[in-house]
């Protein structure tokens, strides 16, 4: 019991009790911040990506292609007249007869191997357009072209399939992101054998 007295006092001198329990207030303090940053973090991801599905006031509203999926191949529409403020061909083009529209990037993962008898590839473009509007431009532009459509299916994107002598050209839309892009491929290979 001797050592009581200098316990007591050594605890007086030094804050006691309390401020061992201070120094464990401001540690538990201090982890609330994080823990606040960590769930505000969370709600602005979630946030975030549940913008990339909503449209803007400022984002141009355009009508969806038309849903072809109920229709025989005879009963596929003709393609769109040109429309003011549609898209334009590109003079710029890997293939002379594949249109491209005017403000497509090329993106690193296109390839292509064309010789005398055989054409393949996947062509792989990004541009600020609307799913809709690259669509109906390939729905216009692709029969100027000679390639006829053959199927048009509309749903997370769309796709589109053309033929002509001996080969399939495959048009792949999707929208990427929240800034109003697009991107397509284009994979062009030989007509499967019957």
Known sequence: MAGLPFMMESLRRHGG?????????????????????????????????ACQSVRWPWQK?????PDLSDLEDEDLPEPPPPVEGALRVSSQQRFTDIPLPVGAREDPRTYVFQSASLRVGRLVYTMRASMADLANFFMSECPAADWELKTFV?????????????????????????????????????????
Do not use: N, W, Y
Not at 26 to 49: C, D, N, Y
């Open 17 to 49: 009790f309390g401020r061992v329990g201070r120094q464990t207030a401001v540690i538990r303090k201090e982890g609330r911040p994080m823990r606040r940053s960590l769930v505000l973090l969370v709600i602005l991801g979630l946030a975030l990506s």
């Open 154 to 194: 509309q749903a997370d994107g769309a796709e589109l399939t053309f033929m002509k002598g001996g080969e399939v050209l495959l048009v792949r839309i999707r929208e990427v992101g929240v800034t109003r892009s697009c991107e397509f491929e284009i994979h062009i290979t030989p007509e499967p054998s019957p």
């Open 61 to 65: 509203q355009t009508v969806p292609p």
